[in-house]
């Protein structure tokens, strides 16, 4: 067992967990280590603790905490275990290094130190854990870097009251998220040969017209629409790709499109507007809702009572999977966001110990 929460974060980013989706940087994916290692430092602290597969090598960790009646509600912490791609990272991903009294390495912030605080806390309060007026559970998500796949997952097979998912917030309640919608479009043309281009289609021009509808419709008409606490919804160009080589007409493209939406929005309007912009467009999406939990809520109040007031973000989380079946979710964690998905991520010490006194507080409040 690690000496202290020092240490645990250590062993954490020195694990890897990192998520396979897109380009990872490295062969060493997937969350399964790391599950076994929260897993048997949870049943140390005498949790009742299983270990899910939600996709091949890719468990949930779920712990349950043994409480002195069967009819409390219940208080889930929940930390995701996956981190993004460490490509293009400066320093070595997994080193987990103390320098500068700093952490380094990939999911320092972003967010083993949430984990690691986390973990810490129900270790050093314990004693108190079965008297408490919620039951705890805690859990250890995976996927939640792309679809949020452990988070939906647990949602549909498990109750919870309340959900504090762990994320760098500066230890801020994160009571509402902007949600997202992913899009994948595709153009399909005719190819030919380049020296009679008028003989095919091109999908790259097709394409074009999609993301000049985009660029100069679409963006503008989403910024008209204001949410008192999120602002506007946004629409971002990500990624294209198209073509085999210069002197052939292209037959496909395809382009990854990024959606940030408020509470109350339709994309209806935004589908319909992008197909017009070119016949026979293929759209396929995936899409988080937007997260809204009522600030007056009695566990927020305790948050805020233990020292954390409350905050907005334009990014989503895992809180979306539960605050689309109707549980409240926050989002809360030490460190900041600015660190995340860094070329040099880190936590600071003082943002670490900080998230433990925060959570022991927390815990001893309700």
Same mark, same amino acid.
């Given at each position: ?7 645990? !974060?250590?062993? @954490? ?9 897109? #380009? ?27 270990? =899910?597969?939600? @996709? ?26 996956? =981190? ?25 912030? #972003? ?16 004693? @108190? ?11 250890? @998500? ?66 074009? #017209? ?13 910024? =008209?629409?204001?949410?008192?606490? !999120? ?80 905050? =907005?973000?334009?990014?989503?989380? #895992? ?27 880190? !936590? ?19």
């Amino acid at each position: 067992m690690p000496a202290n929460v020092i240490e645990l !974060l250590q062993e @954490l980013i020195r694990i890897p967990s990192v998520n396979p989706d897109g #380009d990872p940087g490295t062969p060493h994916v997937g969350e399964g280590q790391i599950a076994e290692f929260i897993a048997a430092f949870l049943r140390n602290l005498g949790a009742e603790v299983t270990l =899910t597969e939600i @996709l091949p090598g890719r468990p949930n960790v779920v712990a349950r905490f043994p409480s002195d009646r069967s009819d409390k509600a219940r208080l889930l912490l929940a930390p995701h275990t996956d =981190t993004v791609s460490v490509g293009g990272m400066t320093i070595d991903p997994f080193d987990g290094g103390l320098r500068d009294e700093k952490i380094w390495g990939r999911g320092a912030s #972003d967010t083993k130190g949430s984990l690691a605080a986390m973990l810490w806390a129900l270790g050093e309060s314990r004693d @108190l854990l079965a008297s408490r007026s919620c039951e705890i559970w805690f859990a250890g @998500l995976m996927g939640e870097e792309a679809c949020l796949h452990g988070s939906r997952a647990l949602a549909a097979s498990e109750r919870f009251d309340f959900v504090i998912v762990g994320e760098p917030t500066g230890l801020q309640v994160v009571n509402a998220t902007k949600g997202s919608a992913w899009l994948t479009l595709r153009t399909r043309g005719r190819a030919v040969h380049a020296s009679a281009p008028e003989l095919g289609e091109n999908a790259l021009y097709k394409m074009a #017209d999609v993301l000049r509808c985009i660029r100069d419709e679409i963006a503008p008409s989403l910024a =008209t629409f204001r949410h008192p606490a !999120l602002g506007s919804p946004t629409i971002s160009a990500g990624t294209i790709r198209g073509g085999t080589k210069s002197n052939i007409v292209p037959d496909a493209c395809e382009a990854a499109v990024d959606i940030r939406t408020i509470p109350g929005q339709n994309l209806d309007p935004v589908f319909e507007r992008l197909r017009a912009a070119s016949a026979g467009l293929e759209i396929e999406s995936w899409q988080a809702q937007p997260m809204f939990t009522e600030p007056e809520h009695p566990v927020i109040h305790a948050l805020e009572r233990s020292g954390a007031g409350l905050a =907005t973000a334009a990014w989503f989380c #895992d809180a979306a999977s539960f605050a689309e079946r109707g549980v409240p979710a926050v989002a809360l964690g030490p460190g900041s966001i600015a660190q995340a998905h860094t070329k040099d991520e880190f !936590l600071a010490v003082a943002d670490l110990e900080a998230g433990v006194a925060f959570f022991k507080r927390f815990l001893r409040e309700i």
